[in-house]
């Protein structure tokens, strides 16, 4: 602490309370005696279920889609891999509900894909396999980033040492590369499954808002707003506890 400029307290501490203000004036407007009615309505129980539902499958998606992914642009110097790395990070910057309106014309029923699903029965727009790909599209930049940091970070010395022991490329991946990162791999996946639980943009245009099937909790929280802004804060107030519980067990750093 001592060897940081005094001036540096000054930002830092604007910073947190920029963030940590509208968060506590959120939870002093909850009406705490009828929180628990508010929270246990059929309606809001049945968002929060199908929030964590979908955020869990994303998270896991992201992970089995989004570790290769990393592992390609962090050890192969392909001509073109800036731009591939660039496209990965495009839904970093989009508005969510343009990348909802791309998911609509890539699996909608008039899709680049979704019309040919179609004539298979297969109709992905406006169901629950639509909330999961959206909160996936959204949330897999968030892993690959922190694995592919890691991965440049950690180099490559160990599993060339691995390598000319005579290890297959399938068992470096899998015994010295992952281990490697896993604390950088634990980190995305839970900034990933908390981007999934707060998505909001692309989940309503490509999979509308039906209750049990596609209203997560945010959706849930939107239409409270107009009806009754009391539930929407107490929800607000469920989904920021939510995801400050799981980021927080995740990141808990085990003791000595």
């Given amino acids: 602490m001592r060897s940081l400029p005094r001036w540096v307290l000054l930002p830092a501490l604007l910073g947190l309370l920029l963030v940590v203000l509208p968060l506590v004036s959120m939870a002093a407007r909850v009406h705490w005696g009828d929180i628990g009615e508010l929270l246990t309505s059929e309606s809001s129980l049945a968002a929060l279920r199908l929030s964590l539902q979908t955020s869990a499958l994303s998270a896991a998606l992201c992970v089995l889609l989004g570790v290769p992914l990393a592992v390609l642009l962090a050890r192969c110097e392909l001509p073109g891999i800036a731009l591939l790395r660039a496209l990965v990070l495009i839904p970093l910057v989009l508005p969510p ?17 979704g019309r040919h699903l179609e004539l298979l029965g297969i109709q992905i727009a406006f169901s629950t396999t639509a909330v999961v790909i959206a909160q996936t599209f959204v ?11 890691a991965l440049r970070t950690a180099g490559t010395r160990y599993e060339q040492a691995a390598a000319s022991l ?6 470096v991946l899998l015994q010295v590369t992952l281990p490697l990162v896993l604390p950088a791999l634990a980190s995305g996946t839970v900034l990933a499954f908390a981007r999934a639980l707060g998505e ?56 000595a």
Wanted: hydrophobic share 50%; charged share 15%.
């Fill in 200 to 255: 909001f943009g692309a989940t309503i245009t490509f999979a509308g808002s039906l209750q049990g099937t596609t209203r997560t909790l945010p959706l849930e929280i939107y239409l409270q707003r107009e009806t009754d802004p009391e539930a929407a804060v107490a929800l607000s107030f469920l989904l920021m506890v939510v995801a400050v519980a799981v980021i927080a067990l995740t990141r808990r750093r085990p003791t």
């Fill in 166 to 171: 005579g290890a297959r490329p399938t068992r």
């Fill in 97 to 113: 509900v343009v990348g909802g309106i791309a998911l609509l014309y890539t699996f909608g029923r008039q899709g680049l894909l």
């Fill in 139 to 149: 949330a897999l930049p968030f892993l690959v980033i922190s694995l592919e940091g």
